[in-house]
């Protein structure tokens, strides 16, 4: 059996008044992430991390910030199109693992329905998507509220 890992790493500037949507779910929040999708890190990084695993470039590469067809989008069709590239090459997930690094808003009573989600969106159990939150306390860009990074490592397997 081949087993593959790979990783992501994204930041996204905060703006105030934009929607925060993480994981596919819209968090309340006076603040959102600014981006040419809707700029859902939580997503971003685990396209990169799948992506980064299946030698496959990364996100920007599939769907540029210069095409419009991708303005606005959500950023789960980018994930759901990445886990049918993937499989379309013979890969399956085995597990992911996200980090996200803000201050505010706090994230852990919104983790447990963006795990349902993702696992829809992914065509996964639940049991093989962790996401975690943690803080930068008070430092650098994201403890001055400036923006918020996440981090994501994917592992994955071909059968054959
Ligand atoms: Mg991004």
Redesign the pocket.
């Known amino acids: 059996m081949k087993i593959r890992v790979g990783q992501g790493y994204?930041v996204?500037q905060w703006v105030a008044g934009r929607p925060c949507r993480l994981g596919g779910i819209l968090i309340p929040s006076d603040h959102g992430p600014l981006?040419h999708s809707d700029?859902d890190?939580v997503c971003?990084v685990l396209c990169d991390a799948l992506l980064g695993a299946a030698n496959m470039r990364n996100i920007g590469f599939h769907f540029s910030d210069k095409d419009p067809v991708w303005k606005g989008v959500a950023s789960t069709v980018l994930l759901q199109k990445v886990m049918e590239m993937i499989r379309e090459a013979g890969w399956e997930l085995g597990n992911a693992d996200v980090t996200v690094i803000l201050d505010q808003p706090k994230l852990n009573e919104h983790i447990p329905a963006m795990k349902v989600n993702l696992a829809l969106v992914m065509g996964i159990g639940e049991d093989q998507i962790s996401i975690k939150a943690t803080t930068s306390e008070g430092m650098g860009f994201v403890g001055r509220g400036e923006g918020i990074s996440a981090m994501a490592v994917a592992l994955i397997q071909q059968l054959k």
């Open positions: 994204d996204h981006g700029a890190i971003h």
